[in-house]
């Protein structure tokens, strides 16, 4: 094991009727002006936004609404939002949907309290905020990016086209309520749920002295997400199924997985630079992927590649693992070529060169690629 310190920062409420039974006390340690933050209004269809609502104005708050975030979370929204918060003299940001609504409001907290541009402090200055954030408080509607459980998020700059990582506000608390799942379209809790194993799996595959607690902790989050994506391939609303995957959602994300080792998480830096580009789907993007990278590392982590192999998908064999994953990726139906993902731009050799020669090369994994293997890869899944 690396040495660690290692120290958790939300209180998690998890469970059916969870916003009922905890939230109006939660409020009463916060001031009376909420920023109530969601995407695209869904939340008002399938109740969601009713029951907050009611619990908000019973709890006596002022509600300032910061609506319209996007899948993936542009700079520019975080700005609107900052401004929002300042002006109406937040108290409180409560985050209501999947993460790409918690990634922009963990930089909105953190960009309201401060004159300075934070894209370039931390991307350019590679500076941390001085500035306390606001409090941020999840209500997770899409579970799978454990956006929820930790200070990082992934913001889009338009601009630079750049889709990256940034550090600020990690939630104070985060209210779990599968039930809130349940009117998700099928695809879209396919892929959040393989966000979830691919989180898992990059952390497994980073750069480790040998088999530790964390990677058993990993491969068991694995196994349960694997066998309840199976699953909702038969019943969509098995509420069952859906707890666990917002369970292991939370567990990929909350940093246990991540003690005493290094990670990978290199999949992870070439959709981020896709998305960028494309503006495709987070999830649907690493299912594409994924197999590709692994064919070209298998050869340098035999060992932890059969591992996975027999304990997640029960074969025998370091090639016959990524053989499994691929199949059981076409199992769920998500995409398996880039040309299947929806794009705001057609993807031709010439824009993954552009993405290939952006993405930011880790050296934490098996081995470290070069951007000509990154293109090599992004090629294959034309």
Same mark, same amino acid.
């Given at each position: 094991?690396?040495?660690? %310190?290692?120290?958790?920062?939300?209180?998690?409420?998890?469970?059916?009727?969870?916003?009922?039974?905890?939230?109006?006390?939660?409020?009463?340690?916060?001031?009376?002006?909420?920023?109530?933050?969601?995407?695209?209004?869904?939340?008002?269809?399938?109740?969601?936004?009713?029951?907050?609502?009611?619990?908000?104005?019973?709890?006596?708050?002022?509600?300032?609404?910061?609506?319209?975030?996007? =899948?993936?979370?542009?700079?520019?929204?975080?700005?609107?939002?900052?401004?929002?918060?300042?002006?109406?003299?937040?108290?409180?940001?409560?985050?209501?949907?999947?993460? =790409?609504?918690?990634?922009?409001?963990?930089? @909105?907290?953190?960009?309201?309290?401060?004159?300075?541009?934070?894209?370039?402090?931390?991307?350019?200055?590679?500076? #941390?905020?001085?500035?306390?954030?606001?409090?941020?408080?999840?209500?997770?509607?899409?579970?799978?990016?454990?956006?929820?459980?930790?200070?990082?998020?992934?913001?889009?700059?338009?601009?630079?086209?750049?889709?990256?990582?940034?550090?600020?506000? #990690?939630?104070?608390?985060?209210?779990?309520?599968?039930?809130?799942?349940?009117?998700?379209?099928?695809?879209? @809790?396919?892929?959040?749920?393989?966000?979830?194993?691919?989180?898992?799996?990059?952390?497994?595959?980073?750069?480790?002295?040998?088999?530790?607690?964390?990677?058993?902790?990993?491969?068991?989050?694995?196994?349960?997400? %694997?066998?309840?994506?199976?699953?909702?391939?038969?019943?969509?609303?098995?509420?069952?199924?859906?707890?666990?995957?917002?369970?292991?959602?939370?567990?990929?994300?909350?940093?246990?997985?991540? @003690?005493?080792?290094?990670?990978?998480?290199?999949?992870?830096?070439?959709?981020?630079?896709?998305?960028?580009?494309?503006?495709?789907?987070?999830?649907?993007?690493?299912?594409?992927?994924?197999?590709?990278?692994?064919?070209?590392?298998?050869?340098?982590?035999?060992?932890?590649?059969?591992?996975?192999?027999?304990?997640?998908?029960?074969?025998?064999?370091?090639?016959?693992? %990524?053989? #499994?994953? #691929?199949?059981?990726?076409?199992?769920?139906?998500?995409?398996?070529?880039?040309?299947?993902?929806?794009?705001?731009?057609?993807?031709?050799?010439?824009?993954?060169?552009?993405?290939?020669?952006?993405?930011?090369?880790?050296?934490?994994?098996?081995?470290?690629?070069?951007?000509?293997?990154?293109?090599?890869?992004?090629?294959?899944?034309?």
């Amino acid at each position: 094991m690396e040495n660690f %310190v290692y120290e958790y920062p939300t209180k998690v409420y998890f469970g059916k009727g969870a916003a009922k039974q905890h939230l109006a006390g939660i409020l009463a340690a916060y001031g009376p002006n909420v920023l109530l933050a969601y995407g695209g209004g869904s939340i008002k269809k399938n109740g969601v936004y009713e029951e907050l609502t009611g619990i908000l104005k019973a709890a006596g708050k002022t509600v300032t609404e910061f609506t319209g975030i996007m =899948s993936n979370p542009t700079f520019a929204k975080v700005q609107e939002g900052a401004k929002l918060a300042r002006n109406n003299k937040i108290d409180l940001v409560l985050a209501v949907g999947g993460g =790409s609504v918690i990634d922009c409001c963990k930089i @909105v907290c953190a960009q309201a309290v401060t004159e300075e541009n934070l894209w370039d402090l931390e991307m350019v200055q590679h500076k #941390a905020p001085a500035a306390a954030p606001i409090p941020l408080g999840a209500v997770v509607t899409a579970s799978g990016t454990g956006a929820e459980m930790n200070g990082g998020a992934v913001i889009t700059n338009e601009d630079a086209k750049i889709k990256g990582g940034m550090f600020a506000a #990690a939630p104070r608390f985060a209210i779990l309520d599968p039930e809130y799942t349940m009117s998700l379209p099928r695809m879209q @809790v396919l892929s959040g749920a393989f966000d979830t194993l691919s989180h898992a799996m990059e952390t497994y595959f980073g750069r480790s002295d040998r088999d530790n607690v964390s990677d058993e902790v990993a491969l068991a989050v694995m196994v349960s997400t %694997v066998t309840n994506m199976r699953t909702l391939l038969k019943d969509i609303h098995d509420y069952t199924a859906r707890s666990n995957l917002m369970w292991t959602s939370a567990m990929a994300e909350n940093g246990i997985l991540k @003690v005493g080792r290094v990670t990978d998480f290199e999949c992870h830096q070439m959709e981020h630079q896709l998305g960028a580009y494309t503006d495709c789907n987070h999830g649907q993007g690493l299912a594409v992927l994924h197999p590709a990278y692994y064919r070209h590392i298998v050869k340098d982590a035999p060992e932890k590649f059969a591992r996975l192999g027999q304990a997640v998908f029960g074969v025998d064999g370091a090639e016959a693992a %990524v053989d #499994a994953l #691929a199949d059981f990726i076409q199992e769920c139906g998500l995409p398996t070529k880039l040309s299947q993902l929806r794009s705001k731009v057609e993807i031709t050799p010439e824009l993954l060169r552009q993405v290939a020669n952006s993405t930011n090369l880790l050296p934490n994994g098996p081995r470290q690629l070069t951007h000509d293997e990154v293109y090599e890869i992004l090629i294959e899944r034309l």
